[in-house]
């Protein structure tokens, strides 16, 4: 018995394991499938000015309808598509889309409206053989006669980690082309403030993780100040994630928060279901 559970804690490959591994391959290669069969969608999340409570901001958000399993989220998909290349293609579709959804709330309802989208640090890496991304989303621009702050990039930490030259690059060429640039999940990598200054970057995303337990007397609302506090000295406006309470909002307000998304103001729904709810006609 004290074999066997020595076994487990080295990490064999056990049935579960395997089953697990099995799983992801099938998925994997249903993936490859999911684009020309149309199973991809996205759908929009409200981002949300917290001093007037209006709307001129979403983030796309990809989801993928799975034949046999239902609909399944990014976090499980968005993985295998960064393992097996197929991200840059799928990448490229959301960005299509996102910006042809911004192409007409603009017309449609607000001259003004902005539109984010998520991009791995793998789509800034396709570079070495390909055009640069910055390159093939500006064309997408001028496709649709769009301006480029119609949509915001949004990045994470571990780019800014593996930050090279190239990378510096990149960013200084989506700014030219006038998109704006978020930093998402602000908090949970390993970034340092230097990165801060050295790229540009227009938007702060506080993870949800320090929202989740904002309290008048939380260590987390002095985390949440000192962030918003700093990114405003650095010329950045702050988007809170996760906000799920009118107690958290009012918080976060109160610490000069710019904008707010999160379940408080409304779930990612479709662009027909966004329109209903956000739109003012
Ligand atoms: P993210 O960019 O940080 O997106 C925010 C996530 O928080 C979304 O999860 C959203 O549904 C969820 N969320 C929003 N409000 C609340 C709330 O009040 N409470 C809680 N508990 N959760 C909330 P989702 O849609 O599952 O996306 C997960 C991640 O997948 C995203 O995190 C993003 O990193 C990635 N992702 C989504 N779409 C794309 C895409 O088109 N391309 C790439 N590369 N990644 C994507
Ligand atoms: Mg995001
Ligand atoms: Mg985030
Ligand atoms: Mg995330």
Known sequence: AAKAAGRNRLGYFTPELQ???LQRMRLSNDLRE???RQELFIEYQAIVDLRNGEVHKAEALLRWRHP???????GVFVPLAETSGLILEIGAW?????????KQWRSRFDSGFQISVNKS??????????????TSWSDTLQQLDLDGDAL?????ESLLLEADDEVEAQLAALHAAGFQVSLDDFGTGFSSLAYLQKYAIDLLKIDQRFVRNLRPDAKDLALCTAIITMAHALGMKVVAEGVETPEQAALLLAAG????QGYLFG??????????QWVKT
Do not use: K, W
């Open 121 to 134: 640090p793998v789509q800034f890496r396709q570079q070495a053989d390909n055009m640069p991304v910055s």
């Open 152 to 156: 915001t990039i949004e990045i994470t």
């Open 267 to 276: 779930r990612p729904i479709s662009a027909a279901d966004f329109e209903r």
């Open 94 to 102: 959301v960005f299509m889309q996102a910006a042809q959804q911004a």
């Open 34 to 36: 999911a684009l020309a």
């Open 257 to 260: 928060c710019d904008y707010a």
């Open 19 to 21: 089953q697990a591994a």
């Open 68 to 74: 046999s399993q239902g609909v399944i989220g990014p």
